[in-house]
């Protein structure tokens, strides 16, 4: 992705770049129709650094921008000159990730109406479309302790998301975890159609499911036609559109 010259003087280049991609992912987050007014987190850690990028907790995700998001360390201190404050429930939650786990670079958490759904229900994600089949047998999921304030919660969080990458908070929304922001902004984008399909196929009728031995074939088959560095050349696709519409966030 392109990014402009100007920076602010105490980040380095790469935090930077971090800062322009993670910007970009709110505004199109925000573009797809899956932001929750102020709520609502993706973060990215910062490279080769304990601290990571969140956004300013009183902004729509449509005004975030390269310079406004907020780094933190996993306890939610401010390691940067902000007016903004940081959302409790955002650090405790994607603080504990990023602190416990070294690959999860990038984390978001949202509250779409499709995703909260198939979160609430007792089936969870079933494999009955085409999405959906691609997280068969790669989904954790986290009984409802109310909102994840409590640092207690964090030992039972990572219990249940073990060695997935996609973790449902059932009666609540999805976390999906990536080792890249375009990692984890490509799966959440398949994890968001796969729900949307689930709850319209449920409101027709009883959905299909497919038989484990095609599901099977189907994951293997994606390698056949998934790009090297997965899932970049998708998010930069959006963030063309985006540049065409406006690119404000870049600032």
């Not at 079933?126 to 954790?140: K, L, M, R």
């Not at 490509?186 to 031995?213: D, S, W």
């Not at 998934?226 to 404000?248: I, P």
Request: charged fraction near 20%; hydrophobic fraction near 40%; include cysteine.
């Amino acid at each position: 992705m392109a990014t402009q010259p100007r920076q602010q003087e105490s980040c380095s280049e790469a935090e930077w770049t971090a800062r322009q991609e993670l910007a970009a992912c709110y505004r199109i987050f925000d573009m797809m129709g899956w932001s929750e007014s102020i709520y609502n987190h993706i973060t990215l850690r910062v490279p080769g650094e304990e601290a990571f990028l969140i956004n300013p907790y009183g902004l729509l995700w449509s005004e975030v921008t390269a310079s406004n998001l907020v780094k933190i360390d996993s306890q939610g201190n401010k390691l940067c000159a902000s007016p903004w404050p940081v959302n409790k429930a955002g650090f405790t939650q994607h603080g504990l990730f990023h602190g416990a786990l070294d690959w999860a670079h990038a984390i978001v958490h949202t509250h779409t109406p499709d995703a909260m759904a198939v979160c609430s229900s007792a089936d969870g994600l079933t494999p009955t479309n085409f999405y959906a089949c691609f997280f068969a047998g790669n989904v954790a999921y986290h009984d409802f302790e109310g909102i994840t304030v409590r640092a207690e919660e964090g030992e039972r969080l990572l219990r249940n998301l073990g060695d997935k990458r996609v973790l449902m908070l059932r009666n609540h929304g999805p976390v999906v975890l990536g080792e890249t922001l375009y990692e984890m902004f490509f799966n959440y984008y398949m994890l968001q159609r796969a729900c949307e399909i689930q709850v319209k196929t449920c409101a027709l009728g009883r959905p299909v499911t497919v038989p484990p031995e095609v599901v099977a074939v189907h994951q293997r088959d994606r390698d056949e036609v998934a790009l090297k560095d997965f899932g970049r050349a998708d998010f930069e696709a959006w963030v063309r559109k985006l540049d065409r519409m406006d690119t404000s966030w870049r600032e």
